[in-house]
């Protein structure tokens, strides 16, 4: 458009020079073109800003609707709830330029393998207890980056539907990793099915019964096999992550569950883990800050009915 009217420009400017030309000297014919190429400067000078203007304003619209990119945060997870959250959280960060990739693991161990060895930014699966005695056994260097939630144990129903069913030879299954065996043994504790020395605390085995009243016989199980096994065993203690995905809530499903003022319940807050040295990158920092806003941890208290609660620092 702007074309076309600049070549109309020039020749109505030609044309008035032709004409006066017929009936002026050389000289005005002259001083017609000079006129006439000044008026082409200027028209071309015009068009040009308006140009650069246009492709200001075009930039400046793509600028508002897609944001820089910073780069990749890579985090390995449980699925239920952690990849769920972590979900949630993807286009909050996406809006802030960085591309969230979540991938699911069912074991305790792969998680922590891929962030020690460099290959994953992150996990988002273990408590604090969890992830020291893995550093202590396995060598690994691995930092808490965040806490974010924490998923209180549950004793759930099995073969029975009532702890005072039980009956002498009643099994009663448990995660076998350290620091969740002990938290299962603390519950049953709690609730009058065994009694463990007074020194046991978060570190407690079976070997640190030292009544069993009801005499039940307690089966260690890695902990993703522990609500398999519900059809078997009189009662099971289970994971908040792992009675979530056996489709179980501590509201509904529960016999009896940790309080929430409970040590327990205050150790066992699920972090951000990132390999030491890691915890401070831009990425890690923005991937903490979204899982702690309000906007998740509304998403965690309207999903999961207690069986996840927001960590509060």
Known sequence: MKK?????IL???LAIGTLTGCGNSGTDAAENQAAADE?????????????AQATEHAADAVGEGQPEAKGTITVAASATPHAEILEQAKAILAEQGWDLQVTVFDDY?????????????ANYFQHIPYL??????KGTHLVNAGGVHYEPFGIYPG???DLSELAEGDVIAVPNDTTNEARALLLLQANGVITLKEDAGLT???NDIVENPYGVEIQELEAAQVARVVPEVAFVVLNGNYALQAGYTVANDSIAYETNDS????????VIAVKEGNEQNEGIQALVEVLKSDAIKQYINDTYNGAVIPFEE
């Open 4 to 8: 076309k009217i600049l070549t109309g």
């Open 11 to 13: 020749a109505g400017v």
């Open 39 to 51: 008026t082409a400067a200027a028209a071309d000078e015009t068009a040009g800003a308006e140009s």
């Open 109 to 121: 161990v792969q998680p922590n393998e891929v962030v020690e060895s460099g290959e994953f930014d």
């Open 132 to 137: 020291e005695d893995f550093n202590e056994t």
């Open 159 to 161: 073969t029975k539907k």
């Open 204 to 206: 407690a085995t079976v």
């Open 263 to 270: 040590e327990a319940a205050q150790t066992y807050v699920n």
